[in-house]
Structures are given as structure tokens and as C-alpha cells.
């Protein structure tokens, strides 16, 4: 019968027999299906794996310490951290295009990701035993890419940002029989901390593509904060479950006249995005609680910044996607 113990179990077994001897790489997304590969593998193999986390720059406030402290202290994995920080912001410096943001982020991880990888094939005393890479796919991700295994033909996953063509490693895959709610099942199992297990989708071009407008550290850290007092209020009401995501988006092109304290002021909006959704294909905006709506805008207006109003997105997916980019 299906239980997460026997599937933790089997898996850590194929696993041994797969990697043998050899070591392995994961990359580490912040996301629950990378943590929860990386967890099983790190059971598995312990210390013959090495996990790679990309810091661009772009996720929200605490993720990275999610990563890198909680994340290893509840499994034990060697990590290696790249700062990519000022390589990310570099690179989308005068770009304001959706699309052109996510080319030049998901190119810029493949090429820092690559580099970790050489480098840690480099500094391992056979660099010929790295073979394996570690990847969080699921089963819809198998069936939607025709169901093929081995090295090759991987539907390039965003989040991963995709593979190199000449890919020398064979792909590790522990999750490839499981859905989503079985992987944080497993994840739960393996110790990992809810924050990370329970996490709602984010998308792998982070905030750059929550930014209308051009990325720059100055409009990251405003909506950072602006993010993190709308996860705070929704968590403190208890809507994380009944939310399938909340994107918190900074309208950095547009200004609004508002009056705060005695002057007038010019700021930002920020737009609430919540919706309600099956498998993000559709989604509804979440008729969520005024109360909520109200403590956030006003923590929102009062503490960040240049922001002098708040408002709400009551869009549904068909016509408007998830994200505003
Ligand atoms: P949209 O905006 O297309 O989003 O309605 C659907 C779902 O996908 C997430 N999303 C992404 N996830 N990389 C990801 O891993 C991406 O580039 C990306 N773009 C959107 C989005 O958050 C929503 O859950």
C-alpha cells in the first residue's frame, strides 16, 4: 500500500543503486519539489551529493536563509551558495519587457549554474565521478514532456532554467512517480520545515517579473517588504490554505498622487493578486476576507516606503494570467 514511509524507502534504495559509488548535484530553486529530491537523495547518499543554490537576488524576504539555514540544518547537505546578486542585476539593467526579463534571467542562471557545476566537478578529487544531476521532476512534468527518461529531451522547466544541450550528467529523478501533494507528504516525512514543504507556487523569475517596469535593488527591497507584510496578514488569518498564491507586484512606472502626514506624496502602487485555483491552468481572484484587505494596504502605505496606495486585482485567468508579466 501507498504510504510515504515505503516510498522513501524505495526510492532511497533505486537511489544507492543508481549513484553507486559516483556523486551527485542538485540544484536547490527554493521550491518544495528541489528540496524534497535533494532531501531524499542527501538520505540516500549523504555527503557523495553537493546542492547548488543560485542567489539572484530575486526572491522574497527570508528565502534565501530558508535555503540556506533551515534547509540544511534539517537535512545535513553540503551546500554550496553562488551570489549571483549583482551578475542578475547587471544584466537586466534598462530592461522593462516581460519577456526580455525572463530570456536574460533564465539565461544568466543557466550560465552561473553551469559554472557551478564545473567548478565543483573541479574541485572534487575525481571530478569524473560527478555523473549524476539531481532533478525535482514530478509526474505531470513526465506526462506533459512524453514521458522520457535518461539524460536528454528534458522539457527545459523554468525553474531549473532548463538544461545544457551537451548535458554530461544522468539525470537522478526520485520524485517522478509522485504528485504534488505526495511530494510535500514525503518532504513533511524527511523533517523538512513547513515553511519550505508547504510553500505556495513562486515563480522561477522571482521578483523580476513582479517589477513592472525596470529591476533595480532599490524597487526589489520595496517590494520585499511590501510582499512580506501581505504573507505575514494572509498567514496570520489563516488563508495560506484556502489562497493558492498571493504575487504582490510593484507598479514602478506609474505614479499616484496620495497625502500622508502633512504633504502630498508621488509614489507606487502595489497590486494584491490573490487567487483561487486548481492547477494554475484557470484561476479566480479570491474573494478574500475585507478585514485582511484592509490591515494589509494600511501596514503596506505605513511601512514601505513610497508606496501611497494599494490596490486589488479582480481579474480572473482566462482573461488575465496569474502573474502581470
Ligand atoms: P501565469 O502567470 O501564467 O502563471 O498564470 C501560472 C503559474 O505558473 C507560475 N509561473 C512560473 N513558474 N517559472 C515558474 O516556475 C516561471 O517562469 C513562471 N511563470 C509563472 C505562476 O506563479 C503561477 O503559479
Not at 26 to 38: E, K
Not at 256 to 266: A, P
Not at 312 to 319: I, N
Request: charged share 25%; hydrophobic share 40%.
Amino acid at each position: 500500500s501507498w504510504t510515504t514511509g515505503n516510498v522513501i524507502e524505495e526510492q532511497v534504495e533505486a537511489i544507492r543503486a543508481q549513484v553507486g559509488t559516483k556523486r551527485a548535484i542538485c540544484g536547490l530553486s527554493g521550491g518544495v519539489d528541489s528540496a524534497v529530491a535533494a532531501a531524499l537523495v542527501q538520505k540516500a547518499i549523504g555527503s557523495q551529493l553537493t546542492c547548488v543554490y543560485v542567489d539572484h537576488g530575486l526572491m522574497r524576504k527570508g528565502e534565501t536563509e530558508q535555503v540556506e539555514k533551515d534547509f540544511v540544518a534539517a537535512t545535513g547537505v553540503q551546500l554550496k551558495v553562488v551570489d549571483a546578486q549583482e551578475r542578475f542585476l547587471k544584466a537586466l539593467a534598462g530592461v522593462s519587457d516581460p519577456e526580455e526579463k525572463r530570456k536574460i534571467i533564465g539565461r544568466e542562471f543557466i550560465r552561473v549554474f553551469e559554472q557551478a557545476q564545473a567548478d565543483i566537478v573541479a574541485e572534487a578529487e575525481h571530478g569524473e565521478d560527478v555523473a549524476f544531476l539531481v532533478q525535482g521532476t514530478l509526474y505531470p512534468d513526465v506526462v506533459e514532456s512524453g514521458g522520457g527518461t535518461g539524460t536528454a529531451n528534458i522539457k527545459s522547466h523554468h525553474n531549473v532554467g532548463g538544461l545544457p544541450e551537451d548535458l554530461e550528467f544522468e539525470l537522478v529523478e526520485p520524485l517522478r512517480k509522485l504528485f504534488k501533494d505526495e511530494v510535500r507528504m514525503v518532504g513533511q516525512e524527511l523533517g523538512l520545515p513547513d515553511e519550505i514543504v508547504q510553500r505556495q507556487p513562486f515563480p522561477g523569475p522571482g521578483l523580476g517579473i513582479r517589477i513592472v517596469g525596470e529591476v533595480t535593488r532599490e524597487r526589489l527591497d520595496l517590494l520585499r517588504e511590501a510582499d512580506a507584510i501581505a504573507r505575514e496578514e494572509l498567514t496570520a488569518a489563516g488563508l495560506d490554505r484556502d489562497i493558492w498564491q498571493c504575487p504582490v507586484v510593484l507598479l514602478a512606472d506609474v505614479r499616484s498622487v496620495g497625502v500622508q502626514g502633512d504633504g502630498r506624496t508621488y509614489g507606487h502602487p502595489i497590486v494584491l493578486r490573490p487567487v483561487s485555483s486548481e492547477d494554475a491552468m484557470t484561476a479566480d481572484w479570491t474573494r478574500m476576507p475585507y478585514d485582511v484587505l484592509a490591515k494589509i494596504s494600511t501596514r503596506i502605505t505605513n511601512e514601505v516606503a513610497d508606496v501611497n496606495r494599494v490596490v486589488l486585482d479582480v481579474t480572473s485567468k482566462p482573461p488575465g494570467t496569474i502573474e502581470w508579466e
